[in-house]
């Protein structure tokens, strides 16, 4: 078994398919097949299902593939710590990142980042799903919100705030919400991912949790600032998303005393990334521009 055939391994996991894999490696569809029989028959288990369409991975080719990252991640900071660029970061990196909040500001933060540190290379994945990262080979998730229990290493970043606001043509139609039970006979625009229908606003210290309900719930907090825009009720969500309408006009913030609670914006990494130079140097640059 030779280094080389992991990190062929890895990239036909990923790729999909020997042909595409071969591609990005600029290698041939032969030496890229060849390589993935001898690395089965060193193993002597098999590690891929081949068919005419895609290659699936098998059980036993899912742990190999997490050993097979963790060997290829220690064999990088070896030559890191030895190197005599040990100044200058450097590796490639692959980052999972919030639509919403990575287009409207972690986009100029990672160029900013990536100008300061040239020999380094970033793969960003801008979704909101939840993504697998010892299973994907990602190195960094920024996450917004509450974590779940896992084996992952969770660094807190910032805070972000969030806002209830609402269009001038709604407020004019339906009033303008005085006190938190108000929102009881408003249309609220709820954020669904986590399936809670309340609201829980704060003030000096003391939780109300309000069941509002409305005709709108969604994942993307873009759909449900444009609908709040549209007049079809109010919405609660992180201030970034509303501040351009709310400077605008667009939407005007309501409720202002009683405000929720600010979602937390977080790191998470495997712990075998714990060493990496770029993994502190990345985390710590945006904890320092992202402070409030």
């Known amino acids: 078994m030779q ?20 591609e990005q490696l600029l290698l041939s569809k032969q030496y890229v097949s060849r390589r993935m029989a001898s690395l089965e028959a060193s193993l002597g288990v098999r590690l891929l299902i081949r068919n005419t369409r895609k290659l699936s991975v098998t059980e ?14 220690d ?13 200058e970061l450097q590796g490639s990196f692959r980052i999972s990142i919030p639509m919403s909040f990575g287009v409207s500001y972690l986009s100029p933060l990672i160029a900013e980042f990536l100008r300061q540190h040239p020999a380094v290379q970033f793969q960003i994945e801008l979704g909101d799903r939840y993504v697998d990262m010892i299973g994907e080979g990602f190195d960094i998730a920024i996450r917004i919100g509450s974590l779940a229990d896992s084996t992952l290493i969770a660094r807190r970043l910032s ?17 303008t919400p005085k006190i938190p039970e108000d929102l009881l006979l408003h249309d609220c625009l709820r954020y669904g991912r986590e399936g809670q229908n309340g609201w829980e606003l704060l003030r000096e210290g003391k ?6 309900h409305g005709p709108m719930v969604s994942n993307n907090g873009e759909v449900l600032r444009d609908a709040a825009v549209a007049g ?10 509303v501040e351009s309408a709310i400077k605008g006009g667009a939407l005007v913030e309501v409720l202002s005393d009683f405000y929720p609670e600010p979602l937390t914006l977080s790191a998470v990494y495997p712990q075998h990334r714990q060493r990496s130079e770029v993994n502190k140097a990345f985390l710590d640059f945006l904890e320092e521009r992202l402070k409030p």
């Open 159 to 175: 805070a972000l705030k969030r806002v209830i606001c609402a269009s001038p043509d709604y407020l004019l139609r339906a009033g």
């Open 60 to 73: 036993s080719g899912l742990v190999f593939s997490q050993h097979a990252q963790k060997i290829l991640d």
């Open 75 to 87: 064999i990088q900071e070896a030559e890191l710590a030895v190197s005599e660029r040990r100044q």
């Open 207 to 212: 939780r109300k949790l309000l069941d509002v």
């Open 232 to 241: 079809l009720g109010l919405v609660l969500l992180p201030e970034f998303i």
């Open 3 to 22: 280094i080389e055939d992991l990190r062929i391994f890895l990239v036909v996991i990923k790729a999909g398919n020997f042909t595409a894999a071969a």
